[in-house]
């Protein structure tokens, strides 16, 4: 079984791998300024502009990822682009 850093470090090389614009929040990013409180997932809030949008989406579609107790796939590009800003 994967470490939680290792699996947080993956989440992250994913994301910068695909150069998405994003801000780490929740409980890794208190600790990255210093909380002691863990928690065991990643947390981001991601730049809602379509030419982020679609780097998130294939950056989501090059991994297999399954949301919740539904076990339904996570959303396609065209319910994303519904999101942008621009």
């Not at 929040?25 to 949008?53: E, H, M, P, W």
Request: proline share 1%.
């Amino acid at each position: 079984m994967q470490s939680l850093n290792s699996i947080i470090t993956a989440h992250l090389r994913l994301l910068g791998e695909y150069e998405i614009e994003v801000v780490v929040i929740g409980g890794v990013g208190a600790t990255l300024f210093g909380s002691t409180q863990l928690t065991n997932d990643l947390d981001v809030c991601y730049a809602r502009n379509s030419k982020n949008l679609e780097k998130l989406a294939n950056a989501l579609e090059s991994v297999t990822l399954i949301c919740g107790a539904s076990r339904t796939t996570f959303p396609s590009f065209l319910t994303l682009k519904l999101f942008a800003k621009d």
